[in-house]
C-alpha cells in the first residue's frame, strides 16, 4: 500500500513539475531546471553517505570491536538477502539510528551509542531491520528523484517570480501571468509537502521491512516507545536538514509543525507495528 502510496505521490509531483512548465511556455526553461536540479542531486546522491557519517563523526567498526551489533546484522542481512553494509557508531548520547548509501552494495548503518546502551538485542534487531529496509528498497534514490523533481519545480518558480520583478512577464491573456505568479508562490510549499508525505510512506514500509526481518514486529514497536521517549529528554547535536535520515525524528516538532516532518506520527507507526503482531505477521 505505502508503495502504491510512493508512486501516486512521485507521479503527482511529475505532474505538477509538467503544470507548471507548460505555464511557464517554452522547453529550454524546463530543460534547464530539470538538468539544474539533477546536478544538485547527482553529487548527493553518490557522496550523501560520506557527507551524513563525517557530519555526526561516525566511526567505522569491525566485527572484532563490535561482535554482537556485527553478528545483529548479518544475520538481518542474511534474512533480507542483503550483501553485509559498513558498520558505524555514533559517538552520542542521544539515542538513534540511521541508513545510508546509494544502493545495497555501497551502504552503511549507523547508531548512536546511546541506542546500544538503551536498547535490548530484540529491539535492536527491529532498529537495524528497519534500516536494512531503507537499503532493500533504495530509499535514497526514490528520496534522490523526489529531491530532483521538487528542485526542479522551485527552481522554475524562482525563474517566474524574477522574471515579475523585472517585468519578464507580459499581460497578454496567453501567458496567463496571475496564474503563473500564483502558481510560482503555491507549487515549491506543494512540492515540499509530496516530498515529505513520500518520506513518511517510505518509513512505513521501512517499519514493516524491520518487523518481518527482525521476527517480532514488537520489537520494533518496543524500541520505537524508547527512542522517542529519550529523543524528547537528551539533546541530539545535529543539523535539522538530516532529520529524514534518522528512524525517529531527533529534532522533535510539535504542534502543526508535525504536519512539516518526514516521519509519521511515532503513535500509528507503534499502532501499525502492534496490529501486524496481532495478526500474527
Keep these: ?17 509538467i503544470v507548471i512548465g507548460d ?3 517554452g522547453r529550454a526553461g524546463v530543460i534547464i531546471a530539470f538538468i539544474f536540479a539533477l546536478g544538485m542531486n547527482f553529487f548527493s546522491y553518490f557522496f550523501s553517505d560520506k557527507i551524513a557519517l563525517a557530519m555526526y563523526r561516525a566511526k567505522p567498526v569491525s566485527q ?30 542521544a539515542p538513534n539510528a540511521f541508513a545510508t548509501g546509494r ?18 538485542r530484540e529491539e535492536l534487531m527491529g532498529v537495524l531491520g528497519h534500516e536494512l529496509g531503507h537499503i532493500k528498497h533504495r530509499d535514497i534514490l526514490i528520496s534522490t528523484i523526489a529531491s530532483t523533481i521538487a528542485g526542479a519545480i522551485m527552481f522554475l518558480a524562482d525563474m ?48 514493516r521491512a524491520g518487523a518481518i526481518y527482525s521476527g517480532n514486529p514488537l520489537y520494533l514497536a518496543s524500541a520505537l516507545e524508547k527512542l522517542d521517549a529519550y529523543a524528547k529528554q537528551i539533546p541530539f547535536r545535529g543539523n535539522p536538514a538530516t532529520e529524514n535520515l534518522f528512524i525517529v525524528n531527533p529534532f522533535s516538532a510539535k504542534g502543526i509543525m508535525t504536519l512539516f516532518s518526514t516521519h509519521p506520527p511515532i503513535e500509528e507507526r507503534i499502532r501499525r507495528l502492534r496490529e501486524m503482531a496481532a495478526n500474527g505477521i
Design 1 to 17: 500500500m505505502n508503495t502504491l502510496k510512493t508512486a501516486f505521490f512521485l507521479t503527482l509531483l511529475t505532474g505538477l513539475f
Design 64 to 93: 572484532e570491536e563490535a561482535p554482537e551489533l556485527y553478528a545483529i546484522v548479518k544475520t538481518l542481512c542474511e534474512r533480507a538477502n542483503l550483501p553485509m553494509p559498513r558498520i558505524y557508531i555514533i559517538p552520542q548520547a
Design 160 to 207: 517566474i517570480r524574477w522574471a515579475a520583478i523585472f517585468g519578464g512577464l507580459s499581460g497578454d491573456d496567453d501567458e496567463h501571468p496571475i496564474i503563473l505568479i500564483a502558481m510560482a508562490i503555491v507549487a515549491p510549499f506543494a512540492a515540499m509537502l509530496i516530498q515529505l508525505a513520500i518520506s513518511r510512506a517510505r518509513e512505513y514500509e521501512a517499519d
Design 103 to 120: 544502493d545495497p552494495k555501497h551502504a552503511a548503518v549507523a547508531v548512536t551509542q546511546g541506542a546500544l546502551e538503551l536498547l535490548t
Design 23 to 25: 505555464l511557464l511556455g
